[in-house]
């Protein structure tokens, strides 16, 4: 899914952080010079050619929100592109994303993803955008911001979503739940420090300050997935959060069943169960479509 880290790989995990070059969290538009798909082209354009729509309604814009996306811009770039249309020579109007944009010059970027509309026409615009999502090589996170962008922008149901990207719909849940992380998160979940499937068991605690703190500890720790979901439990007890009561010990067996379960399940991005009998043992793989099981198959290394 994601793109590798860049970096010494023998560097500690907790130091390739640090040294993550800003290409390797932001959106995969900008990690493109030009990207061409019908009525549509994916650019890195600079923030100074661009200029607001006169006919934009919305004048005023919530100052706290408008901080908190300066902050998430500067901690992990802009995931979801701007989107503009020629109006001159080097020069570009809004179309959609002007927050995005203010917040992007008062983050002082020199540049900013957008796609810059060549058509009229929303249905072709739409559905050029579904087709780059399967071109792209895109991380957990920003394929998250491409869902948004589709439901949010271009008015695509999760219906539709499902059925074009061979998703379904409770995949497509999960991966947009991971836009709620704080931004310290999201550059983790980005950069390939920590996986969908941490980032996923992370959202069970109530603030963004536990997120946070358990993410390092992800890092420091090695903590598996399992390992994650545990620690989310013990401190959802300890919060009085639900009646969690206290679960049976598990045997050794049990315990390393689970973690090849998550294992799989974060490897493959779709529910994997494994249980074991007395004489044999079963794997049970999900699937939403035929392209889905498609997906799964080459990524297991069927050659049908």
């Known amino acids: 899914m994601g793109p590798a880290v860049e970096g010494e790989t023998t560097a500690p995990t907790s130091e390739r952080v640090a040294s993550v070059p800003e290409s390797a969290w932001t959106s995969s538009v900008s990690r493109e010079t030009s990207g061409m798909v019908d009525g549509a082209e ?31 811009i500067r901690e992990i770039g802009v995931l979801q592109p701007i989107v503009v249309r020629p109006a001159g ?24 993803p957008a796609i810059v509309r060549m058509t009229a026409d929303d249905d072709l615009l739409r559905d050029a955008l579904l087709e780059n999502i399967h071109r792209s090589q895109l991380n957990p996170l920003e394929e998250a911001a491409a869902y948004r962008q589709l439901l949010d922008d ?3 149901t999760q219906d539709e979503l499902s059925e074009r990207i061979g998703r379904s719909r409770p995949q497509i849940s999960n991966t947009l739940r991971l836009m709620k992380l704080p931004p310290a998160v999201q550059r983790r979940v980005a950069a390939g ?15 963004l300050e536990q997120m946070e703190q358990l993410a390092g500890r992800i890092v420091a720790e090695g903590l598996s997935v399992r390992a994650t979901e545990e620690a989310v439990t013990l401190a959802q007890r300890d919060q009085g959060t639900g009646d969690l009561g206290r679960e049976r010990a598990k045997s050794p067996r049990v315990r390393q069943l689970e973690e090849f379960s998550d294992a799989l399940t974060d490897r493959l991005d779709t529910q994997v169960k494994i249980t074991l009998g007395a004489k044999k043992g079963r794997i049970a793989i999900d699937f939403g479509s035929i392209d889905d099981l498609h997906r799964l198959m080459e990524m297991i290394g069927s050659r049908s």
């Open 154 to 156: 271009f008015n695509c």
């Open 89 to 112: 020579p080097d020069q570009f109007e809004l179309v959609m994303g002007e927050r995005r944009w203010r917040a992007s010059k008062a983050a002082e970027r020199e540049t900013v």
């Open 193 to 207: 420090v920590l996986s969908a499937g941490h980032a996923r068991a992370l959202l069970g605690l109530k603030s």
């Open 42 to 72: 994916f650019r890195s354009i600079p923030v100074a050619s661009i200029v607001p729509n006169p006919r934009q309604p919305r004048q005023e814009f919530d100052e706290e929100h408008m901080d908190e996306l300066v902050h998430s």
